[in-house]
């Protein structure tokens, strides 16, 4: 017999084991099933599961749960990500704490602490995936640090180079001071910061008493500039353009050039170029071949390239000398106050300087072209299909991608320079040395690139590495390309794009037919979860209180297309509520001996109420499967909820109790058959969102079922004959049932009071019904008798129209009508007052614009709930009025 409560703790970790002692996650590579696969976009070794985790990898689960259950080999192919700056800022960490630099040890000896960081701490998150329920194929569990990737990754650079599309350039790079490594703009957060706006004077050459007025944020950088640009077409110096100016506080005269990124409306309309440390004004240097002077080191201090009294100031504090000395020569004209954006790095959280160094580019534009007419085609579709103009509008701008990073841990890339500077680019050290000897005519001592990967990288490998290649496994013949990407929408420029590419070049073919990208977890109020905010809700903490399965259900349920999910442990108890609902009734079914029959043939039942669970199970079934087909997990979960909680736990629980309780033994045990048949496939149906639960409660329904339910087959009723006579029956009994409920419920009938019913313009369909189920109408709804009208019935009577018929019940003497008038009218006009008052505050246009989104949002939900009780009070107060 069942336990009296289910308690999660006691059988999560039992039946893990046992599924992943059983082999039953494993993919078959030479089976005749048709394969589905899901690529795990590898979560990074330093990370731990938090909220969108759970969430991504719940909906990965299902899918790959549900696809197991409809026949197919489904392959979830798991690993996590070396996160190159992450881990190394880690071990480093760890190592300052014994006051240990990594210098100290030197890369080899630095790599190796990574590695043993790596063996005891890097498991974490895998760890954390099982207490999640998540079923990969584990012993296929791969690193994009391993060899196998190490070769794939290495074969990627070398072919790309070869063709063209790898190549080595001088370019501005978002330079991180802290960590000393170029970083993309995808890790650079924008903070809005008040500073000032300094408008400076440049005194024009030969033409004393004039001056050149730029506006800027960053004075400090004026030492570098190398020309001034104005708008060809501002006549406020159109005599200057070719002239020169002097550059305050630098023995150098730059020149006045014209250019488009003037604006003759922002500032003075004269803007300072400095190539070397500014992207625009980069981009504004190589149109007008101007010298770009570096006047940064790598920890942001200035360094040779300007006057000896600024040299190894940090940036800031060069930018209050230069301000004292400008200030002094009367070069300061105005100052204004100034909001802007500062770019700081988002691991080290120190502002980001560009900086001009040699870096390695691929030549994204080019990749991207065959990418985006995939999506343009429909080769890969997104779902919600709205993400595709992200995708397309990042990957139509899209800028030469730098792939080298400044770190000691990652995939060192495989370039090597002789003596005088030439690159050598080969799979390995002998092979470069072969080159070199061929370019030299001699052997010569190389020195192989410091520089390893950016990350994303070898990551945007994973859909065909992780499968062997660039061997060609049938591994990779089977499950290239995967069936879908689940993912959020922070991933699509990192991560979605970057596989397109490789995929498509490297295997002719897209890596994914469909990406779906899910919404953001947020707080019960909509806010986006941060430490700072004290507002993060770990799901390791809510998998403890409440169970994983209540977790999974809960961020399942939730998951709506295009909404991002308000998480709320309120919500989580709710779904766990739902599955001691299930738990319950399980209980109660055994406690009646509904125990599963072997022999229950579904098609032959002969009672109306089994004959309508079945109706109503193979309509879930068949809502499942839709709901999945188009990735809206939560219409699933919504069907699972109304089969399982009301209809089955509720309504048929309720209908069969006089048959189980009766004499009539074949009926009796018809019912039970059906009722254990029923809630074994429900548990099927459900097991991809609850498998811990279900797989608990499954071989409880009886000695056959000694499999496990995760090996189990989808449920069938394609061929199963419903009675769709016995469904409209019984459907329209709750719906009476249900009416007359609520109207009690409104009229604060006592729940003991028996009333009667009087039926007005009943049609023969509804009096067949009323003489078929009568008995189970007054049971469930508190009916003393039933009869039929003819006039206009007696007065005290509420009503309720039902398709053609009234429903009447006398109240009368019932209740104290004049009593529940006067609450009626009082919740009423509370309601009203309250929902008048929000409808004013949202049409307040100061409120709404001033106010958060989320508040704002949070409002009108409040009203519609407001309104919504308001609108029921006023229908109770309708009914009370005949009365």
């Not at 994009?144 to 990627?156: I, P, Q, S, Y």
């Not at 009539?664 to 029923?678: F, M, N, S």
């Not at 007359?740 to 604060?748: D, G, P, Q, S, V």
Request: glycine share 6%; aromatic share 10%.
């Amino acid at each position: 017999m069942l336990e009296k409560t289910f308690q999660p703790a006691e059988v999560e970790k039992k039946h893990y084991d046992a599924w992943e002692k059983s082999g039953a996650f494993a993919a078959h590579a030479t089976s005749n099933k048709a394969p589905y696969t899901i690529m795990m976009p590898p979560p990074n070794v330093t990370g731990s599961l938090h909220m969108g985790h759970a969430l991504t990898f719940t909906l990965q689960d299902i899918l790959i749960r549900y696809q197991r259950m409809k026949g197919r080999d489904a392959l979830w192919q798991p690993g996590t990500d070396h996160a190159g700056i992450a881990t190394q800022m880690v071990v480093e960490r760890q190592l300052g704490e014994k006051g240990i630099k990594r210098t100290d040890l030197g890369r080899e000896k630095f790599l190796e602490k990574v590695w043993e960081w790596k063996g005891e701490s890097g498991g974490t998150i895998t760890r954390q995936l099982r207490r999640l329920g998540a079923s990969p194929d584990w012993p296929r569990e791969r690193f994009t640090m391993d060899e196998g990737l190490n070769d794939a990754v290495r074969k990627v650079f070398v072919d790309l180079y070869r063709q063209g599309l790898i190549y080595r350039d001088k370019r501005l790079v978002n330079w991180d001071p802290k960590l000393h490594t170029a970083i993309s703009d995808l890790e650079v957060v924008q903070k809005e910061t008040k500073g000032k706006l300094w408008h400076l004077r440049y005194p024009v050459d030969g033409q004393p008493g004039r001056f050149l007025v730029v506006a800027t944020t960053r004075p400090e950088t004026m030492l570098g500039d190398t020309a001034v640009a104005v708008n060809a077409e501002d006549d406020r110096y159109k005599d200057l353009i070719g002239k020169y100016l002097n550059l305050p506080l630098s023995d150098r005269l730059i020149p006045v050039v014209a250019d488009e990124h003037a604006d003759p409306e922002t500032g003075s309309g004269a803007v300072k170029i400095t190539p070397a440390h500014d992207f625009n004004d980069f981009e504004v240097g190589r149109r007008h071949n101007l010298e770009m002077i570096n006047i940064f080191d790598r920890d942001a201090k200035l360094n040779e390239n300007v006057p000896a009294k600024y040299q190894g100031l940090d940036r800031f504090k060069a930018r209050e000398v230069v301000l004292e000395d400008l200030t002094a020569l009367d070069l300061v004209e105005k100052i204004d106050d100034h909001t802007l954006m500062l770019p700081y790095g988002d691991r080290s959280n120190v502002v980001i300087e560009p900086w001009l160094t040699d870096q390695w580019y691929c030549d994204a534009h080019a990749l991207a072209q065959p990418a985006i007419k995939a999506v343009e085609t429909g080769k890969t579709v997104f779902v919600p299909k709205q993400w595709e103009n992200t995708y397309f509008e990042w990957m139509r701008n899209i800028q030469p991608w730098c792939i080298s990073r400044q770190l000691w841990w990652g995939h060192q890339i495989p370039a090597w320079f002789g003596p005088d500077g030439e690159v050598f680019v080969a799979l390995d050290e002998p092979e470069a040395k072969g080159a070199a000897f061929k370019h030299y005519g001699k052997d010569v001592e190389l020195t192989r690139d410091p520089d390893v990967l950016d990350t994303w990288f070898s990551s945007a490998l994973w859909p065909f590495s992780t499968l062997g290649w660039p061997a060609q496994t049938p591994e990779l013949k089977r499950y290239y390309p995967g069936d879908v990407l689940v993912t959020g929408f922070d991933i699509i420029f990192f991560w979605v794009a970057r596989m397109m590419m490789m995929g498509i070049h490297f295997m002719g073919d897209v890596p994914f037919k469909t990406v779906y990208i899910h919404a953001l977890v947020r707080d019960e109020h909509g806010q986006k979860m941060s430490k700072s905010k004290g507002n993060v809700i770990d799901p390791l903490d809510i998998i403890d209180k409440y169970g994983c399965d209540a977790l999974r259900f809960t961020l399942t349920a939730l998951a709506a297309q295009g909404r991002d999910i308000k998480m709320s442990e309120q919500r989580v108890e709710g779904y766990r509520n739902f599955a001691t609902k299930l738990w319950n009734a399980t209980r109660f079914c055994l406690m009646n001996e509904c125990k599963a029959d072997p022999s229950f043939d579904p098609a032959k039942v002969s009672a109306a109420v089994n004959r309508w669970m079945i109706g109503r199970l193979a309509a879930c079934a068949q809502a499942i499967d839709q709901a999945m087909a188009q990735y809206r997990y939560n219409d699933a979960a919504g069907a699972l909820y109304r089969c399982i909680w009301n209809e089955f736990c509720d309504w048929y629980v309720e209908f069969t109790k006089p048959i189980i309780q009766g004499d009539d033994e074949r009926l009796k045990a018809e019912t039970r058959a059906c009722t254990a048949w029923v809630l074994g496939q429900l548990l099927h149906l459900l097991h991809p969102f609850m498998p811990f639960i279900t797989e608990e409660l499954w071989p409880q329904l009886g000695e056959a079922n000694t499999s496990l339910l995760i090996g189990e087959p989808w449920p069938d009723f394609s061929k199963l004959s419903l009675d769709a006579q016995a469904g409209a029956d019984l459907d329209w009994v709750i719906r009476l049932v249900s009416e007359i409920r609520t109207l009690r419920a409104e009229m604060n009938v006592p729940p003991a009071a028996q009333v009667q019913i009087l039926l007005r313009d009943a049609a023969s369909q509804t009096q067949g019904r009323i003489a078929a189920y009568g008995d189970l109408i007054r049971r469930l709804a508190r009916i003393d008798r039933v009869e039929y009208l003819a006039g206009e019935g007696p007065k005290g009577a509420a009503q309720i129209v039902l398709d053609e018929a009234t429903i009447l019940l006398p109240l009368a003497g019932v209740i104290d009508v004049e009593k529940e008038r006067a609450r009626l009218k009082k919740d009423l006009d509370k309601a009203a007052g309250e929902a008048d008052k929000i409808a004013r505050k949202l049409g307040n246009e100061q409120f709404v614009a001033k106010a958060d989104p989320e508040v704002v949002e949070e409002q009108r939900l409040r009203l519609a709930e407001i309104e919504q009780t308001r609108d029921k009070l006023a229908q109770a107060m309708a009914r009370l009025a005949t009365i």
